[in-house]
């Protein structure tokens, strides 16, 4: 599979050397400016820390779970940075740094994966960023959905790319094998809705390998679709950038959607119960730990001349961006019993008056006070 | 008031449904030029055009998922399931996902989908054609659950249900699509959650649903004939289920029976005699008996008069109420 010609405009040491396939993605590449990069090392740069406290908060038992998006940081830093603020944004379930750039705050994460409530944020007030969706492949049909109402609401292809409006839906490679994710594909092709389908293929589904899911490339199955798809180098925020961008732009402009699939690298275990040593080779690991995105970007920063004083403010953000998390996760409070029926039913439904009344009368039996 | 069968009450009630709110959709398969495989939908795409009714791709979940997405856009989808046994392949976007989302997003929106689906026997179809498997979606919370069983409720149940801001799983009893009786256009007669009582008696109370009411009130027809009252209560809604006209009722007679065409185990029938049980242990005369489907796959059409509750095995069931 590696033989398939990827997009990749940095080279692993950060040169700005656009390969043969990065060709039509070039000058968008080429366009962005130092400020803009380091907006974009800033963005990876709090993922990775927000994503260590995390993770440790889930140790100390804070966090029922935990899912990490370390060495993925690139295509999610790349491809959310090419959304414009009147997109809509599918997420699978760690994008973490997706989430963040459309201006979730991350605590939502954390109280997600504490088990406060299943949904934690609200996407109208958060970047049009949706919920996580945890069975695999199911929000490629809702993505699907929505592009199709807003091409119904005649909310794109107007000719105005600051007002038309986009669709952008992750999954991983995993994913890929799933029904849904197929039949969102059909529907995509078929109404051709202004998507783009976002694969992070992080060459582990768990403990099965990418090879497992399919003898192609999975970019390569887009045609059979009937919509481009274009393999790039996940790990290259450059590269993310100017092709999500291109086919975003694409899709709003009226031309149907498209597939983009990232190569990356899934450093961390699946999730915090997760044992990646039983089924992985510790060379792999140390392989694409030498592709680090981060790593990347910042040897290409500094060619272009952006002094360490600059990278150490950004490192010192980082680590007050995760302590702020860390502090407020210790001050949260538990969530009202109320909360379990409240909200089952959008109109009044008699059950659940029924069932919350014994509930609160049965604790109060007790002598409690919740 | 006017006449029609219940195919016709649905086709009227989803064209008034769309004339009243532009956000209403219909999606599903052939429901386009063709109408739908049983006609419900005829003539509305030609009405409102292909961006208000559409024939989708060929794929269930793929219909559930997208009407999902629509929702959250701010449309109204009401998508069509083709047959009973074609739904299972959607299960999981209606259970994981439809039922769930308004929770998930603890009522800062609302998924206002129906999802339609002829369901039961009495065609003499071939496998996977005449399922009931409204217990699998009565028993998932988020879903309501309703099923009309006459062209009057047809016509009003739909577009309460289109109207309900919660997700509805509207069962349509097929063997009855095509018996006209009377529907009232001017007003509707109940709420949509509201079970009631179809045929008053005295003597026992017959429960059911769907395409079961015809057969009870033919069994209580014969019954009045041989001297006993039967009363027959139309459960309506499957989720929530309205009791009080239920409990009432039993409560008055004394004696109670559950029919329905799904498999017994399990079943709605389970469901209303533990709580017949509960609420009126006191008057109960004879323990509230079952008349269902066998537990089997539904069988081949040769012998599908032999699964399906007739009124004959209803008065059994009514005989041996009155033998305890």
Same mark, same amino acid.
């Given at each position: ?285 140390? *392989?694409? $730990?030498? /592709?680090?995105?981060?790593? &990347?970007? !910042?040897?290409?920063?500094?060619? @272009?001349?952006?002094? #360490? ?7 010192? *953000?980082? $680590?007050? /961006?995760?302590?702020?998390? &860390?502090? !407020?996760?210790?001050?949260?409070? @538990?969530?009202?019993? #109320? ?11 008699? /059950? ?19 | ?324």
């Amino acid at each position: 599979m590696a033989d398939s010609p990827a997009v990749s405009v940095l080279d692993e040491h950060g040169a700005f050397r656009p390969t043969a396939a990065a060709e039509p993605y070039a000058d968008r590449a080429a366009s962005v400016t130092t400020e803009q990069k380091l907006r974009f090392l800033t963005d990876m740069v709090e993922t990775r820390a927000f994503d260590v406290a995390a993770a440790n908060l889930q140790r100390q038992g804070h966090l029922a779970l935990w899912v990490s998006s370390w060495g993925q940081e690139a295509a999610q830093v790349g491809s959310a940075r090419a959304t414009r603020p009147q997109d809509t944004v599918f997420p699978a379930y760690r994008e973490h740094a997706v989430g963040m750039i459309r201006g979730l705050d991350p605590l939502a994460i954390v109280r997600l994966l504490r088990g406060v409530a299943h949904g934690t944020w609200d996407p109208a007030e958060s970047g049009n960023f949706q919920h996580y969706c945890l069975v695999l492949g199911s929000q490629t049909l809702h993505a699907t959905g929505f592009a199709m109402g807003v091409q119904f609401d005649g909310a794109t292809a107007t000719g105005d790319p600051e007002r038309d409006e986009a669709v952008i839906v992750y999954l991983g490679d995993g994913a890929t094998s799933q029904g849904d994710s197929n039949e969102a594909l059909v529907f995509a092709a078929s109404y051709r809705t202004p998507q783009v389908f976002f694969i992070q293929n992080n060459h582990w589904a768990i403990s099965v390998p990418v090879e497992r899911q399919s003898r192609v490339p999975l970019a390569q199955r887009a045609s059979g679709f009937g919509m481009p798809g274009v393999r790039i180098d996940g790990n290259d925020v450059l590269a993310a950038y100017a092709v999500t961008g291109s086919m975003l732009d694409a899709a709003r402009s009226g031309e149907g959607p498209g597939l983009i699939e990232a190569l990356t690298y899934r450093i961390g275990g699946h999730s915090s119960s997760d044992d990646p040593t039983k089924y992985r080779a510790e060379e792999e690991l140390q *392989r694409w $730990a030498l /592709l680090d995105p981060i790593l &990347r970007l !910042r040897r290409h920063l500094e060619v @272009e001349g952006v002094g #360490a004083e600059v990278f150490d403010g950004i490192d010192a *953000r980082a $680590a007050d /961006l995760a302590a702020d998390v &860390r502090r !407020r996760t210790l001050e949260l409070t @538990e969530p009202p019993v #109320a909360s379990m029926f409240e909200h089952v039913y959008a109109e009044p439904h008699p /059950l659940m008056d029924e069932q919350l009344r014994w509930l609160q009368d049965y604790e109060a039996s007790f002598g409690g006070d919740r | 008031m006017t006449t029609m069968p219940m195919v016709r009450a649905l086709n009227a009630g989803l064209k008034q449904a769309m004339a009243d709110d532009a956000k209403v959709l219909l999606m599903g398969e052939d429901v386009g030029a063709l109408g739908g495989v049983f006609r419900v939908t005829e003539g509305l795409q030609a009405e409102f055009g292909d961006q208000r009714v559409l024939d989708t791709p060929l794929a269930e979940s793929g219909i559930v998922g997208a009407a999902i997405g629509l929702a959250l856009r701010g449309y109204r989808p009401v998508c069509e399931i083709q047959f009973d046994g074609f739904v299972y392949p959607a299960f999981d976007q209606i259970t994981s996902q439809l039922a769930k989302i308004t929770n998930r997003h603890q009522g800062r929106l609302s998924m206002p989908i129906v999802i339609r689906i002829p369901y039961g026997g009495h065609i003499g179809a071939v496998e996977h054609h005449q399922e009931s498997p409204e217990t699998l979606f009565a028993h998932t919370a988020g879903l309501r659950v309703v099923s009309p069983s006459t062209p009057n409720d047809a016509y009003w149940m739909i577009q309460q249900s289109i109207a309900s801001n919660d997700p509805v799983v509207f069962f349509e009893p097929k063997g009855r699509y095509w018996p006209k009786g009377e529907v009232d256009l001017a007003r509707p007669a109940l709420d949509l959650h509201a079970s009631r009582v179809v045929r008053t008696g005295t003597d026992a109370t017959l429960i059911g649903y769907g395409p079961m009411v015809s057969v009870l009130l033919a069994a209580a027809e014969v019954a009045a004939e041989e001297g006993r009252s039967l009363e027959v209560v139309d459960v309506r809604s499957l989720s929530p289920i309205d009791w009080q006209p239920i409990v009432a009722s039993v409560e008055k007679t004394g004696r109670a029976i559950v029919a329905h065409e799904a498999s017994g185990f399990l079943g709605l029938g389970a469901e209303i005699a533990a709580t017949v049980t509960e609420r009126a242990f006191y008057s109960l005369e004879a323990p509230v008996l079952r008349v269902t489907g066998f537990d089997i796959p539904f069988p081949p059409a040769r012998l599908e008069k032999l699964h399906l509750p007739d009124a004959d095995r209803v008065l059994d069931a009514v005989d041996r109420a009155f033998a305890y």
